[in-house]
């Protein structure tokens, strides 16, 4: 069975500073995909980041990036010049076929410090 | 084009009520998905559906929840006999055949059982 733990429950990053919340996964299948969640407070979930399993490259998109180590099953998200709106629950999922069910973490819960 | 969008976005029950949720997908996307968010908690995958099919029940679906899509378009979502653990957030996703890994999430439904 696919599981996704998030350790840090918490982390905080001062305005413009870099951050990284980490994750490791676990999971039998060779094909499969990885994702960063937002959801802000009172607000809708929203997809960050995608990677795929097969591609060894690491996704970025803008100020996020991710280091996708896949023998060691980590997936950690990287927020370069973190900005106030920043600030929101992160969870790290794994989908391990086509359109299945997503398998979430625990969640981080991300402060930025102005 | 709305979102994902759900209906009511809080509802409050005394225990022993039915409850009906709807959630209305992204236009043309045939994949619908329902999962379950614990104050704290990542999301739980509940179920889910492809047009009217319903693919995968999780074990976290008992009798007393029930899911519908009669025509592939919106979908519902009954809990009877409520009882206080189904105090949750419940959130609904949907997702396009043309890229069935990215789930798009509505708003969900609060949920509070006294």
């Known amino acids: 069975a696919q599981t996704v733990t998030q350790s840090q429950p918490e982390m905080s990053v001062q305005e413009a500073e870099t951050v990284t919340l980490s994750c490791t996964y676990d999971t039998s299948e060779s094909d499969y995909y990885l994702f960063w969640y937002k959801q802000p407070p009172s607000r809708q979930m929203i997809l960050v980041i995608r990677q795929e399993a097969y591609k060894q490259q690491n996704a970025t998109e803008n100020r996020f990036s991710v280091n996708f180590q896949k023998a060691a099953k980590s997936f950690s998200l990287k927020i370069s010049d973190s900005q106030l709106g920043d600030a929101a629950m992160y969870f790290c999922a794994s989908l391990e076929n086509q359109g299945g069910k997503l398998i979430f973490g625990q969640g981080t819960e991300l402060s930025v410090k102005p | 084009d709305t979102g994902v969008s759900q209906d009511p976005r809080h509802k409050i029950t005394k225990r022993g009520q039915n409850v009906t949720f709807r959630c209305d997908p992204i236009?043309?996307?045939?994949?619908l998905y329902w999962y379950r968010q614990t104050l704290g908690q990542g999301p739980e995958f509940l179920t889910y559906?492809?047009?009217?099919?319903?693919?995968?029940k999780s074990r976290l679906l008992s009798d007393r929840f029930s899911a519908e899509r009669p025509k592939g378009s919106f979908s519902t979502l009954e809990i009877q006999r409520t009882e206080q653990g189904d105090s949750a957030m419940y959130l609904c996703a949907s997702s396009s055949r043309g890229s069935y890994n990215e789930q798009f999430f509505g708003p969900g439904t609060r949920l509070t059982v006294l």
């Open positions: 236009s043309e996307h045939n994949r």
């Open positions: 559906f492809q047009n009217e099919a319903q693919l995968e």
